[in-house]
């Protein structure tokens, strides 16, 4: 998402992977030289963020940084490009709502719904996090939900019938548990999950907590990690209401059998995507960023080549 459209723009480029997960770049830098690209073109720069990646965005002779990562960090990093006044793209964090409107196909819903909350044990900036569903249905939604989760078999990823595999670190795995943990606090019910999966690897179960409203920490921060919190509305505007309270702004999802409805809505949320009846979706051709602290710019599509790009007017005077 980043080094095929900065390539297409003529940039040469240094990937720093996360410390934490930096294998699959390392294999795409040899994948690079593999291919022909000259070397040079495409360096790989593994190290802490703190003083590698600290200090590449800090470069003068650094033109352009294309982050993805917390808000926390992208903040740094807007500070530190004040130095040369470095363009910057910024994909941040999120805290994405999915609205289940009385009207929805629940039989094809809830099992998306899962997927969209728990895929990759909830480790994406985009997955489902806050779920609001219509006051009628908000407990049939749950219920659903909790069961799918029930269901998907938690492991090492490689092993048959997997579904989800653990979480990145054991820092990341206490980070989860304590989101968790202050969730009850503050009087959410787990309804499902709620706890480490065994005393080797850092697996965390699927897990749903209801009775929470948007004063909780579970709800206006992003957990990164399989913990959607269910919250119940009344109408239309109170969905959109709740779904634009919060901070963030980078994707959302509608589901209900009224297209119509559903774009209508679309239109009033605050958020870079807006998937109907859907929620992980698109491809490199889809531009893809967020509104408020997600983040700066857009990834894919044509914008995500623009952002390589500069702008520059020529003007001539012809002379008779």
Known sequence: MKLGPALAAGC?????????????????????????????????????????????????????????????VGKQIVEAAAGNLKKLSLE???????????????????????????????????AGTRLLAHKDIAHQVAEGVANAGRRMKVGYRTDPGVDLGPLVSRRQLERVEGYVSRGREEGATVLSGGSRLGQRGYYFEPTVLVDVDPSMTVVKEE???????????DDVDQAVAMANDTSFGLASS??????NSAVTMARKLRAGRVNINV????????????????GWGRECGPDGVDEFLETKSIVTRMWA
């Open 279 to 294: 929620h992980r979706a698109g491809g490199v051709q889809l531009p893809i960023g967020g509104f408020k602290e997600s």
């Open 223 to 233: 957990i990164f990690g399989p913990v959607p919190g269910v919250m119940s509305f």
């Open 12 to 72: 040469t480029c240094i990937l720093k992977p996360s410390e934490e997960a930096p294998l699959t770049t390392l294999a795409l830098g040899q994948l690079a030289l593999v291919a022909g690209i000259p070397a040079g073109v495409v360096n790989v720069l593994p190290g802490l963020g703190r003083s590698v990646g600290a200090a590449l965005t800090a470069h003068p002779d650094v033109d352009k940084v294309s982050f993805t990562g917390s808000t926390f």
């Open 92 to 126: 941040l964090g999120g805290k994405s709502p999915m609205i289940v409107l009385p009207d929805a196909d629940l039989d094809k819903a809830i099992p998306a719904l899962a997927t969209g909350m728990f895929w990759n044990s909830g480790q994406v900036c985009t």
């Open 254 to 259: 509608v589901w209900t059998t009224d297209v």
